[in-house]
């Protein structure tokens, strides 16, 4: 059975930064990509940022460019949103999920951790 767990969310100042981790328990031979997710309050979830498991490869929205990066540890099956330069509009729950195939949905995914910017 596979389990993400996300960790690291928290209050912080405009600017400042903050670190996520995915913690990813049960198998990861069929992972094609991991995600990292946000949804505000009264808005969708929306992908921010993804990374290929097996090989290299990142993406990142427009928005988040520049100011975070996404990177993976296969060996202890982890995964990292490292955010920097914070602003409010990245206030949200952050989600990690992995996706099982390309072209398939994200099939697992985590709890959640809450990401919150004050200006």
């Known amino acids: 059975q596979v389990q993400l767990v996300e960790s690291g969310g928290g209050l912080v100042q405009t600017g400042g930064s903050l670190r996520l981790s995915c913690a990813i328990s049960?198998?990861?031979?069929?992972?094609?990509?991991m995600g990292w997710f946000r949804q505000a309050p009264g808005k969708e979830r929306r992908l921010v940022a993804a990374?290929?498991?097996?090989?290299?490869?990142?993406f990142y929205v427009d928005s988040v460019k520049d100011r975070f990066t996404i990177s993976k540890d296969n060996a202890n099956n982890m995964v990292y949103l490292q955010m920097d330069s914070l602003k409010p509009e990245d206030t949200a729950a952050y989600y990690c999920?992995?996706?099982?195939?390309?072209?398939?949905?994200?099939?697992?995914w985590g709890q959640g951790t809450q990401v919150t910017v004050s200006s």
């Open positions: 990374i290929n498991w097996g090989a290299e490869g990142s």
């Open positions: 049960g198998h990861t031979f069929d992972f094609y990509k």
């Open positions: 999920a992995a996706q099982v195939g390309y072209g398939y949905e994200y099939k697992y």
